[in-house]
Structures are given as C-alpha cells and as structure tokens.
C-alpha cells in the first residue's frame, strides 16, 4: 500500500519497462496486489488524480499482456503543505485507499505547522490519516512520546519494511524496531523507487524484528 511504480509520476519508476520489471519482481517476491501510491507535492510533483488513474490504466493493460498475475489500485502519498491544506479546506476529493485511508508524509527534517489542525481537518472529511515511515523523520528520532501521542490521536502509521534492515541508517532501524516492539504499527509498505529497494526486501527475513512483525494485527490484510 506503499510503493512508487507508475511510471513518470514522481523519483520511482521513470518507464513502463523499469515499471513492469518492479512488478514482476514484487510478485516474485509473494506480492498479489499492489495499491501504487506517487507523490503528490506542490512544489514537486503536482500529481492530480485523474492523472493518476489514467497512468494506473496503463500499466494495468501492460501487466495483463504481460500474464503478470499481480493486482493493481492506486492512491498517493500527500505531503502536508500548503497545496494539501488548500485542497482539504476545499473539501477536494483525496485519492484514499481500502477503508478511506489516506497516505501522508512531511518533512523529514522539520516538524510540520499545524499538524494536529490538518490531522484534525482529515479525520473531519471522512478520512483516516496514515503517516508513511514515521522511523524516518529526523526530528521525532529523539521525540518518542509524539509518536505516542500522534498514534493515541488516530494517527495510523505506515513503517517501511526496509527500515528493518537497516536500508536508511541505524536510527531509523532503532525507532522501526521499537515501533515492532509496541505495537504500534497498522500497515507495512515497502516504498519502493527501484529495483534496488525491492532486492533489499531479502534481507527482511533475517531481522530479529520479522517474526514479532509478522504476529502484529497488521490491516494490509484488509486492503
């Protein structure tokens, strides 16, 4: 419920080539569906839905010529700028996935202004707000009574399967491992951009932290 396969949308997969062979290695893997989830950032990668939907239909069409048996949704990973306040004040139509979940991230370095004010606008449009690999952000690596505090309020969180191998550094793995360890995670994703995060994903099962995953009420199994 967390990877960035579309083609030509944001920094993943740059052609329907470098897309399919992702799939394709995601379904080796054990993967049988897939919910494709691109930026959509003001500054960056001015995504819109419907653009969205018409690349997903794209590499749908090129997954069923290729007899690639993998299922495919989209939604998108939102970050919190002013674009996104713009668009929930508006009540514009969010791209949300499985039970009106939407995706979120921030900064990695900065905490975002007024974050309970758009987690509370959210949860106000209907949506349940996700926040994607919450072990990544620098400046909660010291701050673990937030992530209490953010998860007690019905922040769900999103932990990237990779941050257990040590993929993004030592303090990631610690704050992934802990999140294991408290339960405190409701989805896993594998935030895939390249071949290269997919090939790590093999390493996942020598963690220590796999099994204790494993036995989590994950809600990947409601999508």
């Known amino acids: 419920m967390h990877a960035h396969l579309l083609p030509g949308l944001d920094d993943g997969a740059e052609s329907m080539s470098q897309a399919l062979a992702m799939v394709r290695q995601m379904q080796q893997l054990g993967y ?18 419907a653009g969205i939907k018409a690349t997903l239909t794209a590499l749908q069409t090129a997954v069923q010529q290729e007899q690639i048996p993998v299922e495919l949704e989209c939604a998108a990973e939102y970050y919190l700028d002013e674009w996104f306040v713009q668009k929930i004040e508006e009540k ?30 959210i949860k106000s449009n209907g949506y349940k707000p996700v926040l994607a690999h919450p072990e990544r952000y620098s400046y909660l690596f010291n701050r673990w009574n937030h992530l209490v505090e953010w998860h007690e309020n019905e922040v769900l969180f999103q932990v990237n ?48 932290a796999f099994k204790k995953l494993q036995q989590l009420p994950l809600r990947n199994q409601t999508l």
């Open 92 to 121: 514009e139509p969010l791209l949300s996935f499985g039970a009106n979940y939407v995706l979120i991230e921030t900064s990695y370095i900065n905490e975002p202004m007024r974050f309970q004010d758009i987690i509370f606008q």
């Open 161 to 208: 399967l990779n941050s257990l191998t040590g993929y993004y550094g030592s303090e990631s793995k610690r704050i992934a491992t802990k999140l294991v360890e408290h339960k405190l995670i409701d989805f896993v994703g594998t935030d895939a951009h390249s071949e290269k995060h997919i090939q790590f994903l093999q390493k996942l099962p020598a963690t220590a």
């Open 32 to 49: 049988q569906k897939l919910i494709l989830t691109p930026h959509i950032m003001g500054d960056f990668y001015k995504n819109t839905p």
